[in-house]
């Protein structure tokens, strides 16, 4: 808020998680504030609090297990908001201390609000809004108004012969919404894959060549 530095989620090597850092514009300098177990994909989507002094990011630990937490800018230490994981697909400022998220709680996405002020609060619906797609909002300075979007991807299932130096990828499942993490069956025969095209994610299984 007072322009002297960025907040952002980066990683140093492939290798490891995202974590969250400070960016100081004058002098380049990097501050991590968060450390991550290694085996997560880590901390994403940093957002500061109005005042400055706090920000709220997701804790990626798999696909469908999202937690929102909050640090100091200090860093030092870190605390979970979210009571249960989740998919959380965003995460931003009402107040100071009124944390609002978007989460899939398994009924659609919806708008969540909690008040760090008070101790023990759980998280409340905060909008009768829902979406079966993922939210990205942004709250006006005001508190009092979003703006947000859906975010619908469209993946499709692709196959390539390793064998053959001129060949292309080719398409084997191509519905509408995310066909994801495909499985061949043993005998190579039958493909067994994610697929949210019926509205909400089922296992499928097809012909090898979809």
């Given amino acids: 808020p007072d322009g002297k530095f960025l907040v ?32 997560m994909i880590g901390d994403v989507s940093p957002r500061i ?20 937490y909050v640090t100091s800018v200090r860093g030092r230490t870190y605390k979970r908001i979210t009571s249960v994981p989740a998919l959380v697909s965003d995460v931003g400022w009402k107040t100071d201390k009124v ?32 979406s079966d797609r993922e939210l990205q909002f942004s ?10 979007s859906n975010y619908s991807p469209d993946l499709d299932i692709w196959s390539i012969n390793i064998n053959k130096q001129s060949n292309g990828w080719s398409p084997v499942i191509q519905a ?9 069956s043993p005998d190579g025969k039958r493909l067994a894959f994610l697929s949210n095209v019926s509205g909400k994610f089922q296992i499928w299984v097809s012909q090898i060549d979809g």
């Avoid at 609090?49 to 929102?68: C, E, H, K, M």
């Avoid at 978007?102 to 708008?111: I, M």
Wanted: no cysteine; glycine share 6%; proline share 7%.
């Fill in 8 to 39: 952002v989620d980066d990683k140093t090597r492939d290798s490891e998680p995202f974590s969250i850092y400070l960016i100081y514009i004058d002098s380049g300098q990097r501050v991590r504030l968060t450390y991550p177990d290694s085996d």
């Fill in 139 to 148: 709250v006006s300075p005001s508190g009092q108004m979003v703006a947000f």
């Fill in 176 to 184: 509408p919404g995310e066909n994801i993490r495909p499985s061949v």
């Fill in 99 to 130: 944390l609002a998220f978007a989460a899939n709680r398994g009924v659609g996405f919806r708008f969540w609000q909690v008040d760090l002020s008070k101790r023990y609060q759980k998280e409340i619906m905060a909008s009768p809004v829902e």
């Fill in 49 to 68: 609090s109005p005042d400055g002094n706090t920000i709220a990011f997701i804790r990626d630990i798999y696909l469908w297990d999202q937690d929102v």
